[in-house]
């Protein structure tokens, strides 16, 4: 066995490897402009790749413009959103880590106001907000003044899985090379899964069978268009914590179903549909929801929530929980959070700044 600590050694899926298992979790900056991506974003994901990452994977991207959390979330829906990624990708890739993007459609819960900006909750038009769609035409009713959602229909559904290919092949065009789809959180692919929120009698409602299939068309449709060597991911919330809402169980069959199409990854999060939800948040509380996906569906996952220590995540991965761990706001709190990892775990000359930062 390796002496290596296996956060530091390397992770291959398919014909792509990562340098270490540390990889940046998507989190929103809500600071593009018409969704193109900014200055901002070029120091925020180069500095995660700068300072070790095996993999930094973009914020949640806007597949169409109704489809953003906000006015100033991230898009992919046309040629000029992509040339602002191509920069961008190509620096994370220059200092050695893969750079990854997270394609999104927020469904009920887009049209929403930035956390700093003057606005709370969902915008009206007049403050820059637009009409929501959803699964079923159901608020989500954590916002103060909820816009209720119009039911998607065929041609509706059938504009979705377009513009999920379509970004995926600009994302491709723009240098990615690791595809995530956001199908948790609350968002629109959740919207359809869970049953809280998707109350449909047709054929994209009722049954577990009918709720996955939104899902698994996009998924299918974007893995025909991506190259069969990169990596296509899906991040799941593993359960609502709400009764009668979508659950572990669900989460596990829907992995078995994603591995079949050809999904390689589950990105294992929870919650975000429902402001009913019961969750008590502590460090590692949603491990062991990537732990029984990994075991139960036989899929690599990633662990993400709460895990801020380099011997945590090395726990996780020595008991293999997962196969990646995705940090988030340590990383924000630290942008050489793998560098520090190394030196806390006897290792430094695993994970090292770049020449430009060194001093003696």
Same mark, same amino acid.
């Given at each position: 066995?390796? !002496?290596?600590?296996? +956060? ?49 994977? =973009? ?11 906000? $006015? ?42 930035? $956390? ?6 969902? +915008? ?59 199908? =948790? ?15 449909? /009698? ?12 939104? +899902? ?22 593993? /359960?609502?914590?709400?009764? !009668? ?28 549909? /429902? ?37 945590? =995540? ?26 520090? =990892? ?19």
């Amino acid at each position: 066995m390796s !002496d290596t600590p296996k +956060l530091f050694q390397p992770f291959t899926l398919r014909g792509l490897t990562l340098r270490n298992r540390i990889g940046v979790s998507p989190m929103c900056q809500y600071s593009a402009v018409n969704g193109v991506p900014q200055a901002w974003h070029l120091a925020h994901l180069g500095a995660r790749a700068v300072g070790g990452a095996g993999l930094v994977i =973009a914020e949640a991207t806007g597949v169409l413009p109704e489809g953003r959390i906000s $006015p100033a979330c991230t898009g992919l829906w046309n040629d000029t959103q992509a040339a602002a990624w191509a920069p961008i990708a190509a620096f994370i890739k220059a200092q050695g880590a893969v750079a990854g993007i997270q394609l999104a459609h927020a469904g009920r819960k887009s049209s929403d106001a930035i $956390p700093w900006g003057p606005h709370k909750g969902q +915008l009206s038009d007049a403050q820059g907000g637009w009409p929501t769609v959803s699964a079923s035409a159901l608020p989500y009713t954590g916002y103060e003044y909820p816009r209720t959602p119009t039911e998607l229909d065929r041609d509706g559904i059938a504009r979705v899985r377009r513009a999920f290919v379509d970004a995926a092949r600009r994302a491709l065009a723009a240098g990615f090379q690791w595809l995530e789809i956001h199908a =948790a959180h609350g968002y629109l692919m959740h919207q359809f899964l869970s049953p809280l929120s998707n109350q449909r /009698t047709d054929d994209y409602g009722g049954s577990f069978q009918n709720r996955v299939r939104l +899902l698994l068309e996009t998924a299918s449709d974007v893995r025909a268009l991506w190259p069969a060597d990169l990596p296509l991911t899906v991040r799941l919330s593993a /359960t609502d914590w709400a009764d !009668d809402g979508w659950n572990l169980a669900q989460s596990v069959e829907l992995a078995k179903h994603l591995k079949q199409v050809g999904v390689d990854l589950i990105d294992v999060s929870s919650g975000g549909l /429902t402001p009913d939800q019961q969750i008590k948040p502590s460090p590692g509380y949603q491990v062991g929801f990537a732990s029984s996906i990994k075991a139960d569906a036989d899929i690599p996952t990633s662990a993400v929530g709460l895990i801020t220590d380099a011997h945590q =995540a090395e726990s996780i991965l020595m008991q293999e929980h997962a196969d990646l761990v995705l940090i988030g706001r340590a990383f924000l709190r630290d942008p050489h959070w793998a560098v520090n =990892a190394a030196k806390a775990l006897g290792v430094p000359e695993l994970c090292k700044l770049p020449v430009q930062y060194a001093r003696d």
